[in-house]
Structures are given as C-alpha cells and as structure tokens.
C-alpha cells in the first residue's frame, strides 16, 4: 500500500511539474502519468539507490548536492524509457527533479500522517 501511495505522490509531482517547467511535457492521460511515476520509482529504487551508495563519499564533500545530479540522472533515464515524457535539456531535468522530490516528498508526509 506505501509503495501505491509513493507512485500516487510521484505521478503528482510529475503533473504539477509539467505545468510549472516548460520543457517537460507528458502525452496521454492519467494513465501516461501513472507509468511515468511507477517507471521513475522502480528505477529510483534500483539504479538510483546504487549511484547514491557509489556517489557518497561525494555527496558528503559537496554536503548533498551531488544527489541533485543523480535525481536528474533518474528522471533523464525515465524519459529514455518512456515514450509519453519528453524533457527537453539537462537544466530542465534538474529544476524538474527537484520539484518532482519536494512534492512527492510533501504528499508522502501528507498520508504518512495518522489521524
């Protein structure tokens, strides 16, 4: 059930995301939205818990930004592999990773939350 409302979550970062950053568009409904989220978690969960491991060391020298870079990275891979996402440029990935994790993150808090 957490991992349904973390794609949940993505999926809504990813929309409001499409809205505020030109340059990221999605194609389809909300179903595109929803293999967007799931696709870009899967691979955040494998590849990109690797490269935060490997990039550590790094991470703490610049104090977490290179995290930044590895988000970018996971999304960058997400429209590889997806046909309905198209991102145009690496500064577009990077501000839409961010904001992608801050409202994700925000809507997990939100449901984590017992009443």
């Known amino acids: 059930m957490k991992f349904l409302f973390r794609i949940v979550g993505i999926a809504i970062g990813v929309w409001i995301t499409t809205m505020l950053i ?22 955040n969960a494998t590849l990109g818990t690797l490269l935060k491991v490997l990039t550590m060391p790094l991470a703490f020298l610049t104090l977490g930004l ?20 198209s991102i145009q440029g690496f500064w577009t990935a990077f501000f839409g990773a961010i904001l992608i994790a801050i409202i994700s993150s925000m809507f997990a808090q939100i449901t984590s939350k017992r009443i």
Do not use: C, H, W
Not at 23 to 41: P, Q, R, S
């Open 22 to 43: 030109p340059g990221i568009e999605v194609t389809g409904g909300l179903k595109n939205y929803l293999i967007i989220a799931f696709v870009l978690a899967v691979i």
């Open 66 to 85: 290179s995290l930044l870079v590895v988000n970018t990275a996971m999304l960058l891979i997400t429209d590889r592999l997806t046909d309905s996402l």
